[in-house]
């Protein structure tokens, strides 16, 4: 066992398998040696994973198709297969969906999370990484105390259903953190962006598909001059199994770096997962992963082709957070730093997508219209 990487022979279960994120975890984690289970609710025909494989069927993870729902369910499946380690990533992420099915969104949002904590506590894991969203502080674009870049300890005031749902799960989180002491790293990112990315409601692969069935891209009334922190997937999964591996000096010895009360309790297991440190943006205007939807649809624009957006009306119940970016010195502190550029992501992505756009157009059909 002498020089092998961390993760070399890791029982680890991921959620929510066939999601963007997790595929391309899921991905890492194989490589580096890992033993990776993996659930999802149904089988689907068309797979993230075997996108990004190109086929191969070698290196699949174990899967397990099963609800989270079903609490005696997800702990038969870590007994089984004996698992040391949870990446949580298993949700209802498309935002105007979740606007429509909100008891279904809370419900798979919010219990899915607390059924996965749960059996993390019984079987006393070492460790158990869950996947929030910047969208869990809302709005804090003219607070006077706590202002951009959001910072780990700011409030979270999601107002809209998915992102309360994700208030929620953050918030139970945090609970079995101090009170249970599991050693749970809540991981808030940024725009994830990158090859694999199916849900076509948001703006990088709409655009992105819109503009090679020369249709316009499209922008909520608006909505143009909205700013948005952007972070390429692969940096994301480095920070997230980066998190993983620090949990246990992260909360320290018998837990003893737990603090006991007061504002240092204040997002403690929280980690902001962007591009950039405090110092980074004193100016905004140089920190490149910061663009405005206008300013982002234009370089996708020169990358696939060159068509003027429509401006469409909101849908009535959706509520949209203005500017939104995140101070990451935190996890930079923990010893991430970001590798891809914002430049080189995007000609990954848009590349990815002319690569798979025959088998990708029937699925984002609805999207293109």
């Not at 870049?149 to 918030?171: I, Q």
Request: charged share 25%.
């Amino acid at each position: 066992m002498k020089n092998k990487n961390f993760w070399f022979g890791k029982r680890v279960l991921v959620t929510g398998a066939d999601g963007f994120v997790a595929a391309h975890l899921i991905k890492k984690l194989i490589d580096n040696d890992a033993v990776v289970i993996a659930t999802a609710r149904h089988k689907r025909p068309l797979k993230t994973l075997d996108l990004l494989r190109e086929g191969k069927v070698a290196n699949q993870p174990d899967m397990e198709y099963c609800d989270l729902l079903d609490y005696e369910e997800i702990r038969r499946v870590c007994d089984r297969h004996q698992i040391d380690t949870i990446f949580h990533l298993a949700a209802t992420a498309i935002v105007s969906a979740a606007a429509d099915a909100p008891m279904s969104t809370i419900e798979n949002n919010v219990m899915g999370t607390l059924n996965v904590l749960e059996v993390a506590r019984i079987n006393n894991m070492p460790r158990v990484l869950i996947a929030s969203s910047d969208k869990s502080y809302g709005d804090h674009t003219t607070d006077k105390y706590e202002k951009l870049p959001y910072k780990e300890n700011y409030a979270l005031r999601g107002l809209d259903v998915y992102s309360s749902s994700k208030v929620c799960s953050d918030m139970i989180a945090q609970t079995y953190a101090f009170q249970f002491k599991l050693p749970v790293m809540i991981c808030r990112s940024s725009n994830i962006y990158g090859p694999g990315d199916m849900n076509f409601t948001r703006l990088i692969p709409r655009t992105i598909m819109r503009l090679m069935s020369d249709g316009p891209p499209v922008i909520n009334t608006g909505n143009e001059n909205v700013l948005r922190e952007y972070i390429y997937v692969e940096d994301v999964v480095d920070a997230y199994m980066l998190m993983a591996e620090q949990a246990e000096s992260y909360y320290g010895t018998d837990h003893k770096n737990i603090p006991r009360s007061g504002v240092d309790t204040y997002g403690w297991p929280a980690f902001n997962v962007g591009s950039y440190t405090k110092n980074d943006l004193i100016d905004i205007n140089k920190c490149l992963s910061i663009k405005s939807v206008d300013s982002l649809i234009k370089i996708l624009r020169e990358k696939v082709r060159d068509i003027e957006p429509n401006i469409i009306p909101k849908p009535s119940n959706f509520i949209e957070i203005p500017d939104q970016y995140i101070d990451a010195s935190k996890l930079f502190d923990l010893g991430f730093k970001p590798k891809v550029s914002f430049e080189e992501g995007i000609e990954k992505t848009t590349t990815w997508y002319k690569k798979n756009f025959s088998k990708l157009e029937p699925l984002a059909a609805k999207y293109l219209e």
